[in-house]
């Protein structure tokens, strides 16, 4: 799917409204991961070095349609000016009267970020009247906030009906990638997924186990499908309501010939802490007081075979509690071989694009996915509101 981007419009001394994805994690007011505003560059930079007069805005978090200081966007502009090499004036008013100065004032090639949008009620209610105050900030409207086009908000929906709008590469990049997946992998493609919980993929299973040539399942998720195969799962996370979904997705792969490839080993410990008591178990018989927190190593090498085999790749979702080392191989083995992986690789945002980063792998895969949700929904093969609403090429 091609979206028309804005290198088809005559941008030069115009206002454009960019909406971006700039919901960066946050830690006492400093950015600990600035993915999302590098990914943003190349849209602003070419917009800046055609004239036009750039009006960027974004949501923080989730203050629910409250002023609430610790979303500000402010320490995003200092950022976003320093990637830019150049000043990026925060406006501290999403679309008031001082939001309309500050565009008056605009010159061609000056780059304004407006404050939080989810301070206002309206725009995550997609409200005509919000919607209608930032659309007559601009002439043009850029939607480049792919990790929000599953939002039909205000900024995301409302306003690209306002406007003539147009797709930011960072947008149109993400939805060619992603959709390639689905449409016309280069086989052996295969789709690896961790993360904690089942239930927030199943739907991204069942929709990928039609397209992929095999399956791989690791996380805390994995335990449901052990469990669903009659193995004991001790105190590990297990979802006994989506038993039954787990296995009618693991018949249809059967049906289809689809290997999914479980863990045969799982390191386990009594607690979720650094220093617990551990060991490294067999997959098919967890005993009671034990809770699986990783991959174990035979099934880590497994892993990482099945994804030096594959011409494509998809991960999203750590193997295990990464954010403890005691926890942290699987992710890490996984990641190094999707890092070295000959074939094409895309990773979804969230924890696995925050594991990458932590090794300092981010720059290996062909696609770092800036969307955590909007990926996964994607793949589901749903239509993201903030994709509909741009027209294709
Ligand atoms: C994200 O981080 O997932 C996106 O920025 C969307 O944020 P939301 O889940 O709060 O809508
Ligand atoms: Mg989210």
Not at 41 to 69: F, M, N, Y
Not at 111 to 132: I, S
Request: charged share 25%; aromatic share 6%.
């Amino acid at each position: 799917m091609e979206l028309r981007t804005i290198d088809r419009a005559d941008v030069a001394a115009r206002r454009v409204l960019v909406r971006d994805d700039f919901n960066v994690p946050l830690e006492d007011g400093k950015i600990t991961d600035d993915l999302r505003i590098r990914a943003s560059l190349p849209t602003l930079q070419w917009l800046v070095e055609h004239g036009a007069r750039v009006i960027c805005c974004s949501h923080l978090g989730r203050p629910k349609g409250k002023r609430d200081e610790r979303y500000s966007l402010a320490p995003v502009a200092a950022a976003l000016g320093e990637h830019l090499g150049r000043e990026v004036t925060f406006v501290d008013d999403v679309a008031g009267e001082r939001t309309r100065e500050a565009v008056m004032e605009l010159d061609d090639g000056q780059v304004l970020l407006l404050q939080n949008l989810r301070f206002e009620p309206g725009e995550e209610k997609n409200d005509p009247e919000l919607a209608e105050r930032l659309a007559v900030l601009a002439e043009l409207y850029v939607d480049d906030a792919f990790g929000a086009a599953h939002r039909a908000h205000a900024s995301v929906v409302g306003v690209a009906e306002r406007l003539p709008a147009y797709a930011g590469f960072l947008l149109a990049r993400e939805v060619e990638v992603l959709s390639r997946l689905l449409e016309e992998p280069e086989r052996p493609f295969v789709a690896v997924l961790g993360g904690s919980k089942v239930s927030d993929k199943l739907a991204v299973l069942s929709n990928l186990l039609g397209r992929v040539d095999r399956l791989v399942v690791g996380g805390g998720m994995c335990f449901t499908f052990l469990a669903a195969q009659g193995n004991e799962v001790g105190d590990s996370l297990f979802e006994a309501d989506e038993v039954d979904a787990v296995k009618q997705l693991l018949a249809t792969a059967e049906r289809e010939g689809k290997p999914v490839l479980l863990p045969t080993d799982v390191v386990v410990a009594r607690e979720v802490s650094e220093d617990a008591e551990r060991r490294t178990v067999a997959a098919d018989g967890i005993e009671k007081g034990w809770k699986g927190l990783d991959i174990g190593p035979q099934t880590a090498e497994a892993f990482a075979g099945a994804v030096r085999d594959a011409r494509t790749v998809f991960w999203n979702g750590p193997m295990g509690v990464f954010e403890l080392a005691p926890f942290a191989a699987g992710t890490r083995v996984v990641a190094e071989a999707v890092a070295e992986a000959d074939g094409f690789t895309v990773v979804g945002g969230g924890d696995s694009a925050a594991a990458l980063a932590e090794l300092g792998l981010a720059d290996r895969v062909d696609h770092l996915s800036t969307g955590g949700g909007a990926s996964l929904e994607l793949l589901e093969g749903r239509t993201l509101p903030g994709v509909a609403a741009i027209p294709t090429a």
